[in-house]
């Protein structure tokens, strides 16, 4: 069985791989599904409870509570995403760099993560979005300048324990090219175990730009966004404290969903060590 | 005539242990020549293979051939030195399949031909069937894995071959096949090959040199006919625990028991 | 009645059907040494794990396995825990990976002869010495306290034969011991196989793909040929008079490794170099 149809007979994996696909989908068309303008308020009817009109009820200032859901889905879900695949494409190029390169480079590729990771990645996004001034693009940068360096590391490692094959050492003597090491050896050999790294890491980005939301830091009023959402049915939690529950489960879902996947893809890529050698003779 | 020389005089340092890998070591393989190694294993041939094949610098002296060192040498002559390596399975990407893996170094060099033929051409010169180009590494045997990776390695049509304990981890009958296939190799391509092992009837079979390494030195030198002419106590060791077959047919008895060992335990 | 009589011995694959071993016969008195020769994946290793019940679950035995009148194949797993270790020892080809890496050598060899042989510590402590001693291993109290990756291959491997001479098993199952060693630390494994044989009434099994290496330590020879028994009688009859073309063949490639190191011998060098 190879990694496709292994990933395929998990049953939670396939779950979780609907429910993201799906909430992208949902996402990518929200103009056309939903029901109204998430920016429109309407305060005659603020605070609505469930109707067919209104199927998850308004907020308060009227907004169609499924409408901004549905939008939020772009600036929580997609943003993230984007987060991610920057962050991994910066931290791969280091650390592969660096890994294949040992010596001098590596040393300098290093020290650099050195110092960026000493500082707990939470306070230097606040940082930096202080510096930078709030905003979505400020959020996901400094997203990105908290996690590239962790992301380097670990493909660092994982570079060097393929660097020692034999198959590498070959190509090296035989005149291959460093890129051409680089490319066709050791990132088909780490994509794996990256992408299992980024899937677990998918839900934290989501709740970390959720937060930074929730702090007002991230998104602006009025701007659809479940961390924004959350943050302002928080000032409202003690008369209508249902307010919370569509953004805060659709979180709770959606990372979920990301971090179970994440496992389900590590146990599919590992059962090298359970498939039996079946030689040709 | 060419005369390749490769002269390590040198000594490797681990700097954590301070433990002295190699020491002054010193030798040249002439074109065409088949040199032996054979030493145990912590003898440092696996560090010395490193070296001349120019993955690791020596803290002394240098690797040269052709009077060039051997990285200057490397990069002015793409794929004109290979390897064969002792562990097959390391050796190939478990993601290749055959014909990408014999493909692979073709693709530093420019072709004439079209690379698929010139991979069917390898894989009928070391005696494998073209069925096995769509396969995986771990479909294949030891002996046939081997194989693939010789075509592998002379697939740029290299001069020089390193062979680092290339038919150690292969069944004895096998070993016979594979060394048969490296005379004929080298006969038609005209290589010269640096040929590592720890079993000396493997190195009589093909090499006419043979050097005997301990601990990091060379301890003697002899051309292979000249065997029964080494005066290295070791050297001496080494060649009175080769386990051979004989046939019954001029052998008298089986092996004496020995009570006692005849030489120095470490 | 002999010691060990295999009759009829199949092994499938229950997952894919095929048939690993086919039909494998033969018989061990006491005090006699068996080889099993053949190439890698020719189902010798899978004969004798069989043969003791340590197969992989996915594999199922058929056939007889009588051992001193007791079938362990259809023994209870208790009974046959009881033989393996008391009465059936075996050795594996990676001696560094059959020790653990966090325990010495001393504390291992000390635990196992406790467990199977219900001596005491102090008592196991002195067996430990004494089998190590009579292994010509030089200083074994050094030896004892050592790990098993600061020592040689070799060193492991006599190592794990004096214990299986410690343990007093009636029949030695070896898997190919030598194989995974170079040409010194083969020839003193060899010698503490011959050494054990003199000493101890042990019968045993050697399993080896070199036939150089099975010369010398055995006296009856089994063939082995993807999964089937091509040839099986004393080593004096196969090795003059072989019956299957795939024996010959073995031979032949042995000899010819042999011969040229022979001929380098021999010859003083005039008209070659």
Known sequence: M????????????????????????????????????PLQPNLKVKF???????????????????SRVLYGIQNTVVLALITMGVTLFIGAIFGIIA?????????????????????????????????????????????????????????????????????????????????????????????????????????????????????????????PEWGMMLSEAKNIMTTHPAQMLPPGIAIMVVVAAFNFLGDSIQNALNPKHNQPKAVVK | ??????????????????????????????????????????????????????????????????????LTWRKKNLGQMSVVFQDYNTATNPRFTIQEIIAEPLFTLPQKKGITTLVLELLDKVGLSAKLLA??????????????????????????????????????????????????????L????????????????LCDQVLFLYQGKILEQLPSCELSTAKNDYAKRLLASVITFDDYDYDENLPVVHDEPQYNRR | MSLLEVRNLHVYDVRSAEILVKDIYFTIEANTCLGIVGESGGGKSVTCKAILGLANPWLETRGQVLFDGINLLAAEQEELRQIRGKRICMILQDAMTAFDPLYTIGYQMIETLCEHRQHTKKNAEIIAMEILQKMYIREPNLVLKKYAHQLSGGMLQRCMIALAMALKPDILIADEPTTALDA????????????????????VIFISHDLGVVQQLAEQILVMKDGEQVEYGSMKQVLQNPQHAYTRYLLDTRKTLTKSFRDAMRVRCQEKC
């Open chain 1, 2 to 37: 190879n990694f496709w149809q292994r990933l395929k007979s998990d049953r939670l994996a396939v779950l979780c791989i609907g429910i993201i696909l799906g909430v992208l989908l949902l996402g990518i068309f929200a103009p056309l599904i939903a029901p109204h303008d």
């Open chain 1, 48 to 66: 609505a409870s469930n109707s067919l009109e209104y199927p998850l009820g308004t907020d308060q200032l009227g907004r169609c509570v499924l």
């Open chain 1, 99 to 223: 890994g294949f390169s040992r010596g001098k480079v590596d040393e300098g590729i290093m020290r650099l993560c050195d110092v960026l990771l000493s500082f707990p990645s939470e306070l230097m996004i606040l940082a930096i979005v202080g510096m930078l001034g709030p905003g979505l693009a400020n959020a996901v940068i400094a997203n990105i300048a908290a996690k590239w360096a962790w992301y380097a590391r670990m493909i660092r490692s994982l570079v060097m324990e393929y660097a020692d094959k034999n198959y590498i050492r070959f190509a090296k003597v035989s005149g291959c090219s460093a890129s051409h090491i680089m490319g066709k050896h050791l990132l088909p050999g780490v994509v794996g175990d990256i992408i299992v790294l980024a899937t677990l890491d998918t839900g934290w980005v989501i709740l970390t730009i959720s937060a930074l939301s929730f702090l007002g830091l991230g998104v602006q009023a009025p701007t």
């Open chain 2, 1 to 70: 005539m060419d005369i390749y020389k490769s002269y390590h005089k040198g000594g490797l340092f681990f700097l954590k242990d301070r433990q002295k890998v190699l020491q002054g070591i010193s030798f040249s393989v002439k074109q065409g020549e088949c040199v032996g190694l054979i030493g145990e294993s912590g003898s440092g041939k696996s560090t010395l293979s490193r070296l001349v094949l120019g993955l690791e610098k020596p803290d002394k002296g240098e690797v040269k051939v052709e009077g060039d060192n051997i």
């Open chain 2, 135 to 188: 396969r995986y590494p771990h479909e294949l045997s030891g002996g046939q894995l081997q194989r693939v990776c010789l075509a592998r390695a002379i697939s740029t049509q290299p001069r020089l071959m390193v062979l680092d304990e290339a038919l150690s981890s292969l069944d004895v009958s096998i070993q016979v096949q594979i060394l048969e296939l490296l005379r004929n190799l080298k006969k038609d």
């Open chain 2, 190 to 205: 005209n290589l010269t090959y640096l040929f590592i092992a720890h079993d000396i009837q493997t190195i009589t079979y």
């Open chain 3, 184 to 203: 010194i630390n083969q020839q003193e494994v060899i010698e503490e196989f011959q050494r054990l044989r003199q000493m101890t009434g042990m019968a």
